[in-house]
């Protein structure tokens, strides 16, 4: 009784769920956004392609694996992982703006509402840019610096045992000395 009670109730919730309306998205897989002048989006999202805002997005703007360029305004966040943001004079994003392993670059009275980060990238802004929160940037020689040491260890580690092999076993004669 109480298992058929629940797949009622379960199948209530189903027809009385509100379908989700994403029309004023735009998510693209491998086709560039353009968000033209006086026009409006909510969300941005790409991957594997590029956005090009000059009117207004609503919402955030996400990219993977792509470029951001940002000649109007952005409410929300701006997010981009491989890629780079630029952002013409007088453009606003609302909230924070973040790069991962890519460039930022920004040019006069551009505001930042929050926070401006960059992990593993750089970037380039006048001092005219506004940010309203922290302003961080991990560079990316933080990332290689370790991988650099390693791969020493690594080096060191294989000299040291291809020069023990060659004290433990010497040529034999006949063995030309400039292999040796």
Not at 49 to 75: I, P, Q, T, Y
Not at 86 to 102: K, P, Y
């Amino acid at each position: 009784m109480l298992q058929r009670l629940f797949a009622v109730i379960l199948l209530g919730a189903a027809f009385a769920a509100v379908p989700a309306h994403a029309d004023r998205d735009r998510v693209h897989f491998f086709s560039n956004i353009h968000v033209a002048p006086g026009a409006a989006v909510h969300d941005a999202i790409c991957f594997f392609c590029s956005v090009n805002v000059e009117g207004e997005v609503e919402g955030d703007v996400v990219v993977f694996f792509g470029s951001v360029h940002l000649a109007g305004k952005a409410d929300h966040d701006v997010v981009n992982f491989l890629g780079t943001v630029s952002a013409e004079d007088n453009a606003q994003i609302g909230q924070d703006l973040v790069s991962i392993f890519g460039a930022i670059r920004l040019r006069e009275n551009v505001s930042v509402g929050k926070d401006l980060v960059a992990v593993f990238g750089m970037v380039r802004a006048p001092g005219s840019v506004s940010v309203g929160g922290d302003r961080v940037t991990i560079p990316a020689f933080i990332l290689l610096l370790p991988l650099l040491l390693v791969a020493l260890v690594v080096i060191l580690i294989v000299s040291a045992i291809r020069l023990s092999r060659r004290r433990r076993f010497p040529p034999g004669p006949g063995y030309p000395p400039w292999l040796g």
